[in-house]
């Protein structure tokens, strides 16, 4: 927008320059043609009277300034002889303008070109006795102030359109001001961050917006608030009876010999199992879709190095190999809220363990790609079709190459959120060799200490 302000300044001023300053330059070019063909007439004119006088005082006067105008000015005068005047000056070449003076009596101004004016001035003007006096005037000088007079004013018009910009720049800064404090807000809240507010400032349109937006945030803050406090009471509320429930059922297995009634049991508990995750899954995910911290840089190597140390004792049981090729030297940083890649990864290797068969490698990856960080984990499970893959992060939708059914159908989608509110990218590929690749795009901070 300062762009467009500064433009739209710059335009204006120059066609105010156009409209003025060019009118008059061209006006004095104008006036500098006409007076000098007026002043060259004039001379013209008066030595045509002498020359027409034909007595020798006439004469010798006409040979005096003659000399004198050759000498002071860049024109040159020529006559044409007579038989009662011969002064020592050259005669003019013949021409239609000669012949127009001598025989029709009628002077002639000629410039030598449609445009401006050429190299000369030719002047012809008669004289009585059939006679003519010629002056060819060089108009070099009169170029030279041409380009003074428009050079002059081309200059004007650089400065003031420099000065217009810096100007304009100034003035386009102090509008635009609100809106930068309105897009800073706007920013801090696309990070999480629900206290800004935007300071009530510049006229009384950006006022409004400031207040109304405010009003907003201080609405949409409040609703937080509630949210959190909403998952802070069904946190407690369902995982307590589901506690409590699976504990009763630990209890009824223990007293109970009849083997069916065991497994009745059994199953009943893997439900409540199943539903205490699901649960902790609609948590997760509600406390993702609160999105009440801001993002910060983290050390990605301490994040990913923890994580895979907490999920290596799950693997070893299975057999599987949890492989990390993301060594760096410890500066590089993303930028998240805190815990959620904690979360994102502790989903996908879930996920992955569970697909995974015994003996198999997860592998676990990241690299630097310019501002964006690129973290992949590789699993060596069935993968998924084009079709699996473009519902995967819905809600509640599970895979059929899942070798358990203990998920709750939202890690995926628990993912999504975490990785999308930290204003980053996931998508899901087929690995070389069989399996999926997860691919987490994390925006990327400046390195510690650089």
Not at 156 to 171: S, T
Not at 302 to 307: K, L
């Amino acid at each position: 927008m300062n762009r467009q302000l500064i433009r739209s300044y710059i335009l204006l001023v120059a066609v105010a320059i156009l409209l003025f300053t060019v009118p008059v330059a061209f006006t004095l070019t104008s006036q500098l043609r006409d007076d000098t063909k007026q002043s060259v007439l004039r001379e013209a004119n008066t030595m045509a009277l002498l020359l027409g006088g034909r007595d020798r005082i006439s004469c010798e006067a006409l040979s005096e300034v003659a000399k004198a105008y050759d000498k002071e000015t860049a024109g040159t005068v020529q006559v044409t002889p007579t038989s009662d005047c011969v002064p020592d000056l050259p005669a003019p070449s013949s021409d239609p303008a000669l012949d127009l003076a001598v025989h029709q009596n009628r002077e002639t101004t000629d410039w030598g070109s449609d445009f401006v004016w050429g190299k000369r001035l030719t002047v012809t003007v008669p004289a009585e006795g059939d006679a003519a006096v010629r002056i060819v005037y060089s108009t070099s000088d009169m170029t030279t102030r041409l380009w003074q007079i428009w050079g002059f004013r081309a200059a004007l018009a650089v400065l003031v359109l420099a000065a217009a910009a810096a100007i304009g720049a100034y003035a386009a800064r102090r509008i635009t001001a609100p809106l930068r404090e309105l897009n800073a807000m706007a920013s801090k809240f696309s990070d999480g961050d629900l206290t800004a507010r935007s300071p009530v400032t510049g006229p009384p349109e950006t006022q409004t917006l400031a207040r109304t937006l405010n009003q907003g945030a201080e609405r949409l803050d409040t609703l937080v608030d509630s949210q959190r406090i909403f998952v802070a009471d069904a946190s407690h509320q369902l995982r307590t009876p589901l506690t409590a429930l699976r504990l009763s059922l630990d209890n009824i297995a223990d007293g109970v010999d009849d083997e069916f009634v065991r497994e009745d049991v059994e199953q009943a508990t893997a439900e409540v199992v199943r539903m205490s995750r699901l649960v902790n899954g609609l948590l997760v995910l509600a406390r993702a879709e609160a999105k009440v911290s801001a993002a910060e840089p983290l050390l990605l190597r301490d994040i990913v190095a923890e994580r895979l140390a907490v999920w290596r004792p799950a693997a070893d049981e299975r057999g599987v190999t949890i492989a990390w090729t993301g060594v760096d030297d410890g500066r590089l940083l993303v930028l998240a809220s805190p815990g959620h890649l904690d979360q994102v990864l502790d989903n996908v290797l879930s996920n992955a363990l569970e697909v995974s068969p015994d003996g198999a490698t997860i592998t676990v990856a990241y690299e630097a790609r310019g501002d964006e960080i690129l973290l992949t984990v590789r699993d060596e499970g069935p993968g998924m079709s084009d079709a699996e893959k473009s519902r995967a992060f819905d809600r509640f939708w599970r895979g059929q190459g899942l070798t358990g059914r203990s998920g709750s159908g939202l890690g995926l989608a628990v993912v999504k959120q975490l990785v999308t509110d930290d204003g980053g990218t996931v998508a899901l590929a087929d690995a070389p060799g069989g399996g999926l690749v997860v691919r987490i795009g994390l925006r990327g901070a400046p390195k510690a200490g650089g």
